[in-house]
C-alpha cells in the first residue's frame, strides 16, 4: 500500500502548522500491501475525501417526527423519562442551515463570535443529558404502572441514595455530623448514569479532585481553586515568549474548531477560558506539551460545571456565558482544569511524543475485535482497513468525534465510575462500538465504502438507551478478558 503524505493518515490529526510534535508514523507495511487493486481503492478514497475529521450531519426526518411525538406524547401524558433525567439539554442534531454557517465560520473565522447568543430556545436533543426528575424534595407518590419501563425501580432506588448523599449536612444543620463518601458504592450508583443536578458533585468526588471526608471537602476545593489561579498569574504571561509561542499558537488555531455547531464554544470568553485552561496545563506538562484533541476533552466538564450555575430549563449550548457573575465563570474554570488534569494524568502517554498509548490501545483493540467478531475483523482486512486509519481517532478524543457530546457526558458518568474508565475501559467501549456496526460495515464492499461509514456512523440521534447498551456490551468483554492477557496477544490474535 502507498504511505499517506506526510500527518495524512485517515482518522488522526490532520497537521497543521505550529502543531508541537510531528505526526504519528505509520505503521510498517502490512503483508500483501502492495497488490494494484488495493492501491487503487486507497487512491479512490484519497481523492473523495479531504479532511479524515469532517463529520457529516445527517439527519433522519422520519426519525426525528417520531420522536417529536413521543416527547409530545409523553408530555401530554405528565410523564418524566429516564432519559430527560441524564441526558443534558445541549442540542445534538444541528439543522441544516446551522452546519452551513458552522462550516463557514470555520472556512473563514480569525477572531471568536461575541459572547452574545440568541435567546431561542432549543428544542431538540439538549447537549446536557437529563434522568427523570430529581428534587432535594421527597418525590411525589406516583402509579408505578405510569413510571417508564426501562431502568424502573432500580434506578429510581438509586437516585434516591444518591440524594440522600449529596443533601447531607444540608437540612440537617451545622451541628449534623459530617459523612464520609463510601468511593465504591458512588461508582457502583452513578454506573448506570447521574442525575443532572447531582452530576457536578458527583464528578469532582469520582475525579478525585474532592476528597471523600466531608470534613476536607470544602478546604481543599478552596485550595485547589485558589492554586490554579496562581498558575494563571504565573505563568500565562509566558504564551508569547519565544518557547512557548508555538503552543499557544496551535491552542489559538483549534479552539475556534471546537463543537462549531455549538454556539456555546464559539462565544469569546468561553475560549478565552479554555485558552487558559490548555496552556497552564501545557505549561506544567513539559512531556507532552499541548497535542490536538487535548481541547476538546475540556468540553464535557466544562458543561458539567457550568450547568450548576444556569437554570434547569435553560438550554445549556446556547446560554451566554458573560450573564454570569465573574466568580461563577473562575469557579467553572478551575474546576474544569483540575478534572481535565486527572483524566490527562491517566491517559498522558496517548500523548507523549510519537504517542505511545494510542498505538498500543489501537493494537490492542485489533487483536480484540479478531476474538470477538472475526468476521468484520477478516472484512476490514481483506479491504486493506488498518485500525490505525479509525481508530486513533477514537483513541485521542475518547469517541467524542463519533458520539454527540449529550451521550459522551453520558458515557463519562460511566468511565468515571470505573477505576480506570479512561485507560482500560475506554478499549473495550471502543470494541463494542465497532461491534455495533458490524453488519452495516460487512455490507460495504471495498475500501472506500468502509471507511466512508467509519467517519460518518448515524449516531446524531444517540442518548441514554444507546449508551446503556453500548458499556454494557463493553463490560461484558471485560469481564470475559480482562485478566486473561494471552487471548489479546499478538500470536493468539493473528490470523
Given amino acids: 500500500m502507498s504511505r499517506w503524505s506526510a500527518g495524512s493518515t485517515p482518522g488522526s490529526v490532520k497537521p497543521v502548522y505550529g502543531a508541537r510534535y510531528p505526526p504519528l508514523q505509520h505503521a510498517s507495511p502490512t503483508k500483501g500491501a502492495d497488490i494494484p487493486g488495493r492501491i487503487s481503492k486507497f487512491q479512490d478514497y484519497e481523492n473523495s475525501v479531504s479532511d479524515a475529521w469532517d463529520t457529516r450531519v445527517k439527519v433522519d426526518e422520519t426519525l426525528a417526527s417520531a420522536s417529536a411525538a413521543k416527547v409530545l406524547a409523553a408530555h401530554a401524558a405528565g410523564k418524566t423519562t429516564r432519559d430527560e433525567e441524564i441526558m443534558p439539554p445541549v442540542s445534538a442534531a444541528p439543522t441544516k442551515n446551522s452546519r452551513q454557517q458552522a462550516l463557514q465560520r470555520l472556512a473563514i473565522q480569525k477572531e471568536p463570535l461575541p459572547s452574545s447568543v440568541s435567546a431561542t430556545p432549543q428544542t431538540s436533543n439538549p447537549i446536557y443529558p437529563k434522568l427523570p426528575e ?17 431502568g424502573g425501580d432500580r434506578d429510581q432506588t438509586r437516585f434516591a441514595r444518591l440524594r440522600r448523599l449529596f443533601s447531607n449536612g444540608k437540612s440537617s444543620g451545622r451541628s449534623s ?3 464520609d463518601v463510601d468511593l465504591d458504592k ?5 454506573w448506570m448514569g447521574i442525575p443532572h443536578k447531582l452530576r457536578p ?5 469520582l475525579s478525585g479532585y474532592l476528597p471523600t471526608n466531608a ?16 498558575y494563571v498569574e504565573q505563568y500565562f504571561h509566558s504564551r508569547f515568549d519565544d518557547q512557548n509561542a508555538d503552543t499557544f499558537r496551535q491552542i489559538n488555531i483549534d479552539i475556534p474548531r471546537m463543537c462549531p455547531l455549538i454556539p456555546l464554544f464559539q462565544q469569546k470568553m468561553v475560549q478565552e477560558m479554555f485558552e487558559r485552561i490548555l496552556y497552564i496545563w501545557a505549561i506544567r506538562h513539559p512531556a ?3 497535542v490536538q484533541g487535548i481541547n476538546d476533552l475540556v468540553t464535557p466538564f466544562f458543561v458539567v460545571f457550568l450547568s450548576e450555575f444556569i437554570p434547569q430549563d435553560v438550554e445549556v449550548g446556547s446560554f451566554d456565558v458573560s450573564q454570569l457573575p465573574l466568580e461563577q465563570c473562575q ?17 498522558q502517554d496517548n500523548y507523549t511524543f510519537a504517542q505511545p498509548g494510542i498505538q498500543r490501545k489501537v493494537l490492542q483493540l485489533r487483536h480484540l475485535m479478531s476474538r470477538v467478531d472475526r468476521p468484520l475483523h477478516k ?15 477514537w483513541m485521542n478524543n475518547l469517541l467524542m468525534r463519533e458520539i454527540p457530546l449529550r451521550a459522551t457526558i453520558r458515557l463519562w458518568d460511566t468511565y468515571l465510575s470505573e477505576p480506570d474508565g479512561f485507560m482500560q475501559f475506554h478499549n473495550y467501549v471502543c470494541a463494542a462500538f465497532l461491534r455495533t456496526w458490524s453488519k452495516q460495515l460487512q455490507a460495504e464492499k471495498d475500501f472506500q465504502g468502509v471507511m466512508i461509514l467509519l467517519q460518518n456512523l448515524p449516531t446524531q440521534s444517540w442518548g441514554d438507551r444507546e449508551i446503556c447498551e453500548l458499556t454494557a456490551d463493553a463490560f461484558s468483554l471485560q469481564s470475559v478478558f480482562d485478566g486473561a492477557r494471552r487471548h489479546l496477544s499478538a500470536q493468539a490474535a493473528s490470523p
Fill in 134 to 150: 430529581i428534587s432535594d424534595q421527597p418525590r411525589s407518590t406516583a402509579p408505578i404502572a405510569s413510571a417508564p419501563p426501562y
Fill in 177 to 179: 455530623p459530617p459523612v
Fill in 186 to 190: 458512588l461508582r457502583e450508583d452513578c
Fill in 201 to 205: 458533585q458527583a464528578w469532582r468526588l
Fill in 215 to 230: 470534613e476536607r471537602r470544602e478546604v481543599t476545593l478552596q485550595c485547589k481553586r485558589d492554586e490554579y489561579w496562581h
Fill in 288 to 290: 507532552s506539551g499541548y
Fill in 331 to 347: 469557579l467553572i474554570e478551575a474546576d474544569s482544569f483540575w478534572c481535565v488534569s486527572a483524566l490527562l494524568d491517566s491517559i
Fill in 379 to 393: 472484512h476490514l482486512e481483506s479491504n486493506g482497513i488498518e485500525y490505525l486509519q479509525f481508530a486513533f481517532r
